[in-house]
Each structure stands twice: as structure tokens, then as C-alpha cells.
């Protein structure tokens, strides 16, 4: 150079190697953080702008990943429980409602089961009385015979088809 260039301005001056000059601080650059838990935008900021608090750019990366990964497994972990969380209330609908379809169908059996025998004994007196009711169509005594045809056949009938008294639902 000759001393009658001037030295030019250094924002122009192109440097030899091709380097630039640093813009900021650090040459950190941020993975997305989770804005999910203050602590990890904390420490990612704190990386980004302080690396040398955190035992320079290194420990400040490697501090920030982990502190960014430990926030994406706590947002998974919190979508699977969520996800849990309601099938568990599915399947807890379903189990009250097979609970409270077992209680009235073991009401009905248990009512049945004292039915049972008023129609058994329906059926049993109906069939004796149409019983008594041909003997006495034998023997001349047609009053009493159709008397006791019509009941054996009603007996019979209601033993059939009585309905005991209990609700559907």
C-alpha cells in the first residue's frame, strides 16, 4: 500500500480470509424450545444470551437440549395420561352400566323365582281341575263339570302366561 491510499472504513473493508465479524454474543443456535414449562424457556434464554454463566457454549447447549428434551417427554407423558385418563372414564361408563344391567336382571331372576312356584302351582291345580271336570262329564254332573273346566282352563292359562309384577327398564 502506498501512504497516499486511505485506509478505507472498516464496516467496507473486506477481510482477507473471508471472515465477517461477529453480529452477537453468542454463535448459539436454539432447537424450537417448548414454551410448555417456564424453567426450560428459562435456561434456553439463559443459553442463548449468557453462555459463559452456564460454563460457556458448550455446557450451555448441552444443558438447554436436555432441559428441552426432559420438556417434550413431560408434554408426551402428559398427552398419553390425558389419553389414558379418558379411556379409563369409558371404560368406567361401561362398567356401571354392565353393573346396573347385572343388578336388574338378577332382580328379575330372583323375582322369577318366587313366581315359579304360584305358576307351577297354576298349571298343577288348572290340570286337576280339568281333570275333575271330564270325571264329572262321565258321571252325569255337566254343571260341575263345566264349572270346573272353565277354572282348569283359566289356571292353566294364567300359569302359562302370568306376568309377574316387576318394571322393564
Same mark, same amino acid.
Do not use: C, Y
Given at each position: 500500500m502506498s501512504t497516499e491510499d486511505p485506509i478505507p472504513d472498516p464496516p467496507q473493508a473486506p477481510s482477507a480470509s !473471508? +471472515?465477517?465479524?461477529?453480529?452477537g454474543d453468542s454463535e448459539f443456535v436454539l432447537a424450537e424450545p417448548l414454551n410448555e414449562l417456564p424453567i #426450560?424457556?428459562?435456561?434456553s !434464554?439463559?443459553? @442463548? *444470551?449468557? @453462555?459463559? @454463566?452456564? !460454563?460457556?457454549e458448550f455446557n450451555a447447549a448441552l444443558i438447554a437440549g436436555a432441559t428441552s428434551q426432559i420438556a417434550h417427554e413431560l408434554s408426551s407423558v402428559k398427552a398419553m395420561? #390425558?389419553? *389414558? +385418563?379418558?379411556?379409563?372414564e369409558? *371404560? +368406567?361408563?361401561?362398567?356401571? *352400566? #354392565?353393573?346396573?344391567?347385572?343388578? =336388574?336382571?338378577r332382580e328379575r331372576i330372583e323375582s322369577d323365582k318366587g313366581s315359579r312356584?304360584?305358576?307351577?302351582?297354576?298349571?298343577f291345580a288348572g290340570t286337576t281341575l280339568l281333570a275333575a271336570a271330564i270325571q264329572l262329564g262321565e258321571i252325569d254332573q255337566k254343571t260341575y263339570a263345566v264349572a270346573a273346566g272353565v277354572g282348569g282352563i283359566v289356571? =292353566?292359562?294364567? !300359569?302359562?302366561?302370568?306376568?309377574?309384577a316387576r318394571g322393564k327398564s
Open positions: !473471508g +471472515q465477517l465479524a461477529r453480529q #426450560a424457556r428459562t435456561i !434464554g439463559l443459553a @442463548s *444470551t449468557h @453462555s459463559r @454463566s452456564m !460454563g460457556g395420561q #390425558a389419553q *389414558t +385418563q379418558l379411556k379409563l369409558a *371404560t +368406567q361408563d361401561e362398567l356401571n *352400566t #354392565a353393573n346396573i344391567e347385572n343388578a =336388574v336382571l312356584h304360584l305358576r307351577n302351582f297354576a298349571i289356571l =292353566v292359562l294364567l !300359569g302359562w302366561f302370568i306376568i309377574p
